[in-house]
């Protein structure tokens, strides 16, 4: 009878968990790249708090989700192929494995938290989003000029203090923001608004054209899709909006057209050259080669882009689990229309990485908000036998 009662309890307190503490846990993490002052403070709060209640909350349900839904699979198998790559690591490894595993272990532990949500949270967690990337850009504007002048691209302060990265989680909530926009009833479409302006707005003033250009093609896509009348307009008050901010400001044009290309073409070229010489077609170099390269008498860190970062890592395996993943998620997001918003988010985020992508399993990383939650929220209502209407 003792031990009945200790199963019972440890039952409630993981039900408890699993009600109240999980959603806590998801939106806290959410906001914690948006708060927390650096990426140690966000990678320690992740790792002491966040990943063992996660793993105490969670029972076999959720586990079996993981299996019984073909995204979720082909997420996992992904996942688990780029951190089991480390063991045939060749050359100088640019990471100890240990650290590897450490990237699969947070990375399978975030979708899971993802997962274990009700779809009661999830259907909110588009406001959430929305909500914080309006404040934070409202802060960082007026904490930067506050001691910069335009002409100096908008940089944040904390976790987010690279502008590529900042501007690509702005860009995907604004994809995301314009869908709800179009989806939403009158009296609910305000917030929306407010966050597709405010975002768009912050990426003019950061100067990145990767997420910029991801946006303005995934905005149009998905209006046309919706054939939202309002969401039409929208655009067209954004082009004429940043057209006018454009002409009243050249400085704003400068940071957009002073970089050129910023070498990507000969990135890729040096990029593709180096994966053909090393003939790792199969199984790649591992997810611990160094993809440092240096490209103009320039020092590189990485290929900039996802596909030929991930041909490098994992060969034509890894590359086929990613074309994998990406072709489920499109189709999961048309089936599904409460999940359109978080799958013009994915897009936006797919299209930031053609440009800057590197490393998709990773510690507690900004690719996380716009790549693997996107795209496990997508799954999860896939994988609902109904997903919430359209409109609520």
Request: hydrophobic share 50%.
């Amino acid at each position: 009878m003792q031990g009945i009662a200790i199963v019972d309890r440890i039952n409630t307190a993981r039900l408890f968990l699993h009600q109240r503490i999980v959603p806590l846990l998801l939106y806290g993490t959410v906001a914690a790249f948006f708060l927390l002052p650096t990426n140690v403070a966000v990678n320690k709060t992740f790792y002491l708090f966040v990943a063992p209640l996660t793993l105490l909350a969670l029972g076999a349900t959720d586990y079996a989700r993981l299996w019984h839904h073909t995204t979720l699979r082909w997420i996992v198998a992904f996942i688990a192929f780029l951190t089991l790559s480390a063991a045939w690591t060749s050359g100088e490894p640019a990471e100890p494995p240990r650290e590897l595993l450490s990237f699969g272990v947070s990375t399978t532990i975030f979708v899971l938290l993802i997962c274990a949500c009700d779809l009661a949270w999830i259907d909110r967690l588009h406001e959430w989003c929305a909500s914080i990337a309006t404040v934070h850009v409202c802060v960082i504007s007026i904490a930067w000029y506050t001691n910069h002048t335009i002409t100096e691209p908008l940089e944040a302060f904390g976790r987010l203090d690279h502008p590529l990265e900042l501007a690509s989680i702005y860009a995907s909530i604004a994809a995301m923001s314009l869908v709800r926009y179009a989806q939403a009833p009158s009296p609910r479409r305000s917030p929306y608004l407010l966050t597709v302006i405010a975002c768009v707005v912050a990426i003019l003033l950061t100067g990145r054209r990767g997420p910029l250009v991801a946006f303005a093609v995934v905005g149009l896509l998905a209006v046309a899709y919706q054939r939202s009348a309002h969401a039409a307009k929208l655009i067209l008050a954004l082009l004429i909006g940043c057209s006018a901010l454009l002409m009243l400001e050249p400085a704003l044009i400068d940071q957009l057209t002073q970089r050129g290309t910023s070498l990507r073409p000969a990135i890729w070229i040096e990029g593709w050259q180096r994966i053909r010489d090393d003939g790792a077609w199969i199984f790649g170099n591992g997810s611990g080669a160094s993809t440092a390269l240096e490209v103009n008498n320039f020092a590189v860190r990485h290929y900039h882009d996802l596909f030929l970062s991930t041909m490098f890592y994992g060969g034509l395996v890894g590359t086929a689990l990613l074309c994998g993943m990406l072709a489920l998620t499109l189709i999961d997001g048309l089936r599904v229309p409460a999940a359109q918003p978080w799958l013009a988010a994915f897009c936006v985020g797919v299209g930031c990485l053609l440009t800057n992508g590197d490393r998709l399993v990773i510690h507690p990383h900004p690719v996380w908000l716009y790549f693997w939650l996107p795209m496990s929220v997508v799954a999860i209502y896939s994988a609902s036998i109904s997903g919430p209407p359209k409109t609520t």
